[in-house]
């Protein structure tokens, strides 16, 4: 825990003016990002007494080792920056969505020469017309499966798409008349675009031009008597408005806003949001955020339109922004959101009237939506806390070990060997620190010596950082060198940490508990590379499968926790994801060796000639009873190649017929490729 006087800046060193400044760890990671009006104000309140600090506030400025700076011009500079960085650094003391699950929009793919109506999660493509966000898919989905009988736009994937274009015959949806069967030509490409954007505008909520087009031309069958499509268009125009009901018009003026409630506590917020278009809600959503931060509703507003708006353009950002409290100060926000959109937005608190009835009811929504994560969230904080201090019991640490890395070797009867390496902070995957490894020093299968190469691995590449930033030096100035010498010298240069962003690059930082996956042998294995390395800090215990005893460096008996124990599911649920993790990264492999064909050794022979080859001659048996002169008939072949080609044939024994699983069936060599698959079963480690 660091003194804040260590880093304080000396007095004049701190700009009056705005800016953007972060804090490090001791590590060189960023853990707080802020902005100020004036730099000079905001830091130098950081270092007062930490008496009269608040609690969070006290724990940052603690863990902090430094402190730096960027002047920028304008406030609204410093918002652009402070949000930038926060997305960059994901600082662990500013505000986190926690609930951060992807809302489901409907999406129109006007990028593609037949347009698709689909449901979309996650971050937004160029070309792709959104609708929404919405709280639950089947809302969608109910919504589109109302609009196709008016709108026949495809819904089908590539996939669909293609094999009903090549096979000549629609899909279900073309049979009922619910899509327009480009697939087959039923419509030209320009006849479908025009339905999608017809689609489009219907869900932008010009809808009443639409409705009256269609009301005209049912009375204009019936007139001419042709009743039967004067019925069809009487089922669409309640089609859509089923459609249209199913959301309500909650402001009369056709207002286009977003709506954004804050209900806090002093631990956690919540934050609900609703779209409001032509007078509709469109959409809704919400997060839930942790206060790591000593700061107040219009804060909270603040980071939540960061979130909202950081990566919106044009239409996406409404014309107006209705909020229960005002950012201090509210301009620059206002001048960013606009900036965003291209033209004016206005931002403020409902005063009157029916937008402060519907700000009413969103506020509702978000104290329900807080009550609702609290009770989710009880058990969950508790039991990650009680399952941290039971492992920090059981193994004798003098702390619960909030960072654990475990150890996986997973390979297929000693070939393909790999490694992966597993991060849980807090109880929780930290999947962007997940490692995996290939085992370089020895070839076949030896679990003991190869986890003693990936331990090392990973904690030499600790020490060249530490070495290389003064932090550490061994008794001869050149420990993390010559450790590193036992598998061809360092493996990185510059270290995990770069100095001008503070963004990790690997293996960044030491954990409190090594996990590996195994017994004693293993567990012996990663304390020797520890030892060897001089790491003394961090502790090691090794998690066997059979019957999920816990094992100690140099303990003759295993640890034995209750089957009940929080501490050893956490144990299991971390081993799993290791080995989850090897497995994945092993078949990866496996799959990619299985694909290698004999040409593959062929020096100097790349894949534009391997495919002429293999095209030349139909197959690979017809290739390898070809002679030289035949090859070196193919285009860009020469006699030494083909002499090469012929050599490597020679020497690669033929494959056997491929067996379909399924049916027994032999399955025959096919022209043009490089001789049948073959379908391994997967037995040993890694299985």
Aim: net charge neutral; charged share 30%; aromatic share 6%.
């Amino acid at each position: 825990m660091a003194d804040p006087s260590s880093y304080r800046p000396q007095p004049g060193q701190i700009p009056d003016s705005p800016g953007v400044y972060k804090f490090r760890d001791q590590h060189g990671r960023v853990i707080y990002v802020g902005k100020a009006k004036s730099l000079r104000q905001r830091l130098s309140s950081y270092f007062q007494d930490i008496a009269n600090l608040h609690q969070r506030t006290r724990t940052m400025v603690t863990t902090a080792a430094s402190v730096e700076w960027t002047v920028v011009t304008t406030e609204v500079e410093a918002l652009q920056l402070e949000y930038s960085w926060i997305k960059e650094f994901d600082p662990r003391f500013n505000v986190k969505y926690r609930d951060d699950k992807s809302y489901p929009s409907l999406a129109v793919t006007m990028n593609e020469e037949f347009p698709r109506v689909q449901v979309m999660r996650g971050p937004k493509r160029k070309g792709v017309r959104y609708f929404g966000p919405y709280a639950h898919a089947w809302a969608i989905r109910e919504t589109v499966d109302l609009l196709l009988r008016v709108f026949p736009v495809r819904t089908c994937s590539s996939g669909v798409f293609k094999r009903s274009a090549q096979i000549g015959r629609p899909c279900l949806l073309g049979y009922i008349g619910k899509c327009s069967a480009p697939c087959v030509g039923r419509v030209t490409p320009e006849e479908h675009r025009e339905l999608a954007e017809e689609f489009c505008d219907f869900m932008a909520g010009r809808t009443g031009t639409y409705l009256r087009r269609l009301e005209q031309q049912m009375k204009d069958a019936a007139v001419a008597m042709e009743y039967e499509k004067a019925a069809r268009l009487r089922d669409d125009i309640e089609a859509l408005r089923r459609a249209m009901e199913k959301n309500a018009v909650v402001l009369a003026d056709a207002t286009d806003a977003d709506l954004i409630a804050v209900a806090e506590d002093e631990l956690e917020a919540a934050v609900q949001i609703f779209h409001v278009r032509d007078g509709r809600v469109r959409g809704q959503r919400g997060w839930v955020t942790d206060r790591v931060e000593e700061i107040g509703t219009p804060e909270l507003v603040e980071h939540a339109l960061q979130q909202l708006y950081g990566e919106e353009r044009g239409d996406s950002v409404p014309k107006e922004v209705l909020v229960p409290a005002l950012p201090e100060p509210y301009e620059p926000v206002q001048q960013w959101l606009s900036e965003r959109r291209g033209s004016q937005v206005s931002l403020r608190v409902p005063q009157r009237g029916d937008k402060k009835d519907l700000m009413a009811t969103v506020q509702r929504n978000a104290v329900q939506a807080l009550a609702l994560h609290k009770t989710r969230r009880a058990s969950d904080l508790t039991t990650r806390s009680r399952a941290l201090e039971e492992i920090a019991e059981a193994l004798g640490l003098d702390t619960a070990p909030l960072r654990i890395e475990c150890f996986d070797i997973s390979h297929l009867q000693g070939d393909d060997v790999v490694a992966s390496m597993v991060v849980f902070e807090d109880g929780l995957a930290r999947k962007s620190e997940y490692r995996r490894f290939q085992i370089k020093s020895f070839a076949g299968q030896d679990d003991v010596r190869s986890m003693h190469e990936v331990v090392s691995r990973r904690f030499r590449r600790y020490l060249l950082e530490k070495q290389r930033t003064g932090e550490w030096v061994d008794g001869n100035g050149d420990g993390a060198d010559a450790a590193g010498a036992a598998d061809g010298g360092p493996e990185v240069a510059g270290g995990p940490i770069d100095p001008d962003t503070g963004r990790p690059r690997k293996f960044a930082y030491p954990p409190q508990l090594v996990v590996v996956d195994g017994g004693a042998p293993q567990v012996a294995a990663a304390r020797r590379a520890l030892e060897e390395l001089g790491v003394e800090e961090v502790a090691v215990c090794g998690l066997a499968k059979r019957l999920e005893e816990v094992w100690l460096p140099g303990e003759d008996d295993p640890v034995i926790l209750p089957r009940t124990s929080e501490g050893l599911y956490l144990l299991q649920r971390v081993r799993d994801e290791a080995h989850r993790f090897a497995i994945a990264y092993q078949r990866s492999k496996r799959s990619k060796s299985m694909k290698a064909g004999a040409l593959d050794s062929v020096p100097g022979l790349g894949e534009s000639r391997r495919q002429a080859l293999l095209k030349h001659f139909g197959s690979l048996k017809r290739l390898r009873a070809a002679t030289v002169e035949q090859i070196c008939e193919v285009p860009g072949v020469g006699r030494r190649t083909a002499e090469a080609v012929l050599v490597a044939l020679a020497g690669a024994t033929p494959a056997g017929p491929a067996v379909n699983t399924a049916t027994g069936e032999i399955i025959e060599e096919e022209e043009g490729t490089a001789g049948p698959v073959t379908v391994s079963a997967e037995r040993g480690k890694g299985s």
